[in-house]
């Protein structure tokens, strides 16, 4: 695990890389833009250079930005009156899920610095990256830790959290395929120290498997509370995504 200390201050907002990486993207040409798209597999691929980065967030960020919103709005209010949090994010990609949260903190009035430290997990070095250039950039008092492992490589000494409140983010993670989740899941139940807040936002599936997958991972929760569930087909509602959103919350909360 890498310390990263955040030095750099900027007035970032999502809605602002949102729109670099769409106008970028809009430059290309159609033979360029389409060779991006299938680069990305339907958001699952392991991406690996800058393009493929701004493709992504060209073409997947508006929706991860409204998934993401409907879920901070239900994580219980007093946890932004508390003494600070710790935010870990298990398979964080490039940041999407913390630029997310600075504009949705901002909206709120709460102050960026409430955040004391984020923990990084991403298999892909090219997204960790970015994704700690993006934390750096948009929390101005908070550290960073950067850990390069897929899921099931994850240790007890990786997850340090600095806050006794602690949210913990699933982003379109416990969907894939190559999540296995038994170790996370070994150490979040083995935990009794922290105020634990597990955020799981992912598409909705049709199909019983990957539909059911973070249903799943609840019921394999000990001690823990669903206090938010959201399942929402394309055919359920009037927006042109499908949504799926679990909020747990440790007893000790």
């Known amino acids: 695990m890498n310390y990263i200390p955040n030095t750099r201050k900027s007035a970032q907002t999502f809605v602002s890389v949102l729109q670099k990486a769409k106008d970028w993207f809009a430059l290309l040409s159609k033979t360029e833009q389409q060779n991006l798209i299938e680069d990305l597999e339907r958001g699952t691929a ?10 992504y967030i060209a073409k ?3 929706i991860h930005q409204a998934k993401l919103l409907q879920a901070f709005e239900k994580i219980p209010s007093k946890v ?10 298990y398979g964080c990609g490039q940041g999407i899920a913390e630029m997310v949260l600075s504009d ?3 909206s709120k009035y709460i102050d960026n610095n409430y955040i004391k430290d984020f923990i990084l997990i991403e298999p892909s070095r090219q997204n960790l990256q970015r994704c700690v250039k993006y934390v750096n950039a948009f929390f101005n008092e908070s550290t960073a830790s950067a850990v390069c492992k897929k899921d099931s490589q994850i240790k007890d000494d990786d997850l340090n959290p600095k806050s ?5 983010i699933f982003s379109n993670v416990i969907d894939l395929d190559d999540f296995d989740g038994d170790g996370i899941l070994s ?4 935990d009794k120290s922290h105020n634990n807040i597990i955020v799981c936002v992912s598409p909705y599936y049709q199909e019983a498997t990957r539909g059911k997958r973070i249903k799943e991972f609840g019921e394999k929760l000990h001690g823990y509370t669903l206090i ?4 929402k087909h394309t055919d359920d509602w009037d927006k042109p995504y499908s949504c799926q959103i679990y909020i747990f919350v440790s007893s000790y909360y």
């Open 187 to 190: 150490l979040l139940n083995e």
């Open 164 to 168: 006794s409140t602690v949210i913990h």
């Open 104 to 106: 949705y903190m901002a």
């Open 60 to 62: 997947y960020g508006e």
């Open 46 to 55: 392991h991406l690996t250079n800058t393009c493929q980065l701004n493709a």
């Open 228 to 231: 938010y569930k959201l399942e």
């Open 80 to 89: 932004w009156h508390e003494d600070g949090i710790t935010v870990i994010d």
